[in-house]
């Protein structure tokens, strides 16, 4: 069998009849994109290799028992979303029951190359070190349709997917989210006489 040529269809019917390669290129055909839903979903690049290997664990050990009705993506990325959102709350318990508050949460904020100019990477780099902030004091909820709609740039229908909503909850919670980002960025980027 070529596994690169396959469908996802005949990786998972492969899988479940004990081919263990099929798993292997499915992990191969979506790490990136389960590694960047982690990173725009957390907001940490340290947190991409574990949570990647979590989230590949649980395909592993769900992928026997299902049946691909819809796109493997959207169920990749459904556990994926999943995995890092449960990971988030457990952080935002330990922190609340925490009394070391000793940590700079300015220390994993991430940097920005760009290949333009100087001055023109400074002005990127700081708009976009605006926007990273403002996505991160959204809800979970908030930042992870945003995210799957403008990084990822899935459809409603892929997200309603994913997330087990509807296309028009998935366009509602879009609106408020970027509502509620307008808001935050409102200050940043007013114009100035």
Same mark, same amino acid.
């Given at each position: 069998?070529? =596994? $690169?040529?396959?469908?996802?269809? %005949? ?7 004990? *081919?263990?390669? $099929? ?6 055909? =979506?790490?990136?994109?389960? $590694? ?27 992928? /026997? ?5 819809? %796109?493997?993506?959207? @169920? ?17 318990? &330990? ?7 000793? /940590? ?23 708009? &976009?070190?605006?926007? @990273? ?6 809800? *979970? ?9 403008? =990084?990822?740039?899935? %459809?409603?229908?892929?997200? /309603? ?11 509602? &919670?879009?609106?408020? $989210? ?9 200050? =940043? ?5």
């Amino acid at each position: 069998m070529n =596994y $690169a040529e396959s469908d996802d269809r %005949s990786l998972v019917q492969a899988f479940q009849n004990g *081919d263990e390669r $099929a798993f292997e290129e499915i992990v191969r055909r =979506y790490q990136r994109q389960v $590694a960047n839903v982690i990173y725009m979903t957390s907001g940490t690049p340290q947190d991409v290799p574990d949570l990647a290997q979590e989230v590949f664990l649980k395909i592993y050990k769900s992928l /026997g028992g299902i049946t691909v009705e819809h %796109s493997l993506f959207s @169920w990749i990325y459904r556990i994926a979303v999943n995995v890092t959102i449960d990971e988030l709350r457990r952080r935002k318990i &330990r922190r609340m029951t925490s009394l070391d508050f000793s /940590g700079d949460p300015e220390e994993n904020e991430p940097t920005f190359r760009d290949s333009s100019l100087p001055d023109d990477q400074l002005v990127s780099a700081e708009r &976009r070190e605006q926007v @990273w902030k403002a996505l991160r004091k959204l809800s *979970d909820t908030s930042r992870t349709v945003l995210l799957l709609r403008e =990084y990822e740039e899935l %459809s409603y229908k892929e997200i /309603g997917d994913i997330l087990h909503i509807s296309e028009q909850a998935v366009k509602s &919670r879009i609106f408020r $989210a970027r509502e509620e980002l307008k808001e935050l960025l409102k200050d =940043y980027f007013e114009v100035r006489p």
